[in-house]
């Protein structure tokens, strides 16, 4: 089992920037990846952003490029989004998600991730 809890989440003005946490703990070494979800009211949840434990690799959603950077902290066994340049469109509740690799490589979709965090609101306001 694989023990996840965010935090960082909060209401911020278009423009701005949050940078969410999170905290992992039990098997992780069985979750090559981390990954970020978010789901807004009345829309599926969708993917954000993921990492590998090992080579740091990154993959993110077309809509976050450019504006958001996951990063990871072995030490702590924490991984981070900085959201730059926030939109009002980024409103939602953030997941964060640990789960499997196909062939080395980070698989951005959710029956790929096993664990999942209880979620952490992010609002923009315009």
């Known amino acids: 089992q694989v023990q996840l809890v965010e935090s960082g989440g909060g209401l911020v003005q278009a423009g701005g920037s949050l940078r969410l946490s999170c905290a992992a703990s039990g098997r992780t070494f069985s979750s090559p990846a981390m990954a970020w979800f978010r789901q807004a009211p009345g829309k599926e949840r969708e993917f954000v952003a993921a990492?590998?434990?090992?080579?740091?690799?990154?993959y993110y959603a077309d809509s976050v490029k450019g504006r958001f950077t996951m990063s990871r902290d072995h030490a702590k066994n924490t991984v981070y989004l900085q959201m730059n340049s926030l939109k009002p469109e980024d409103t939602a509740v953030y997941h964060c998600?640990?789960?499997?690799?196909?062939?080395?490589?980070?698989?951005?979709?959710?029956?790929?991730?096993?664990?999942w965090g209880q979620g952490t609101q992010v609002t923009v306001s315009s």
């Open positions: 998600a640990a789960g499997r690799m196909a062939g080395g490589n980070i698989i951005p979709l959710r029956s790929y991730y096993d664990y």
């Open positions: 990492i590998s434990w090992s080579g740091g690799s990154t």
